[in-house]
């Protein structure tokens, strides 16, 4: 499974991005995509995810503000993030998990999401 990542950019407090995520290769092995972030000298932490079946999970910091949904027909997950807050600012990437080994297995490269106050 490869996973290209692309969406990122510089925004004001207050604005909007959409990123991007387009999966190619055995999808079919894939129950979950997912949206972490890494801010510096934090560790990554998941911001959203959703389920092959649309069951969608955010974590608190952006739960109300970023809306994660998926197009099947082109492989793509995308994030949509409004009212962007400085403390939004990160490397996002997108990841796959699979079940059957319980873990995030594939990671797409990273992007640049940074939001000026």
């Known amino acids: 499974v490869q996973l290209q990542a692309s969406g990122g950019g510089l925004v004001q407090a207050g604005g909007s991005l959409r990123l991007s995520c387009a999966g190619s290769?055995?999808?079919?092995?894939?129950?979950?995509m997912g949206w972490y972030r890494q801010a510096p000298g934090k560790q990554r932490a998941l911001v959203a995810r959703?389920?092959?079946?649309?069951?969608?999970g955010y974590a608190d910091s952006v739960r109300g503000r970023f809306t994660i949904s998926r197009d099947n027909a082109k492989n793509t997950v995308f994030l949509q993030m409004d009212s962007l807050k400085p403390e939004d600012t990160a490397v996002y990437y997108c990841?796959?998990?699979?079940?059957?080994?319980?873990?995030?297995?594939?990671w797409g490269q990273g992007t640049l999401v940074t939001v000026s106050s």
């Open positions: 290769g055995s999808i079919f092995s894939i129950n979950a």
């Open positions: 959703i389920t092959s079946s649309g069951t969608t």
């Open positions: 990841a796959a998990y699979r079940a059957a080994i319980g873990a995030w297995d594939y």
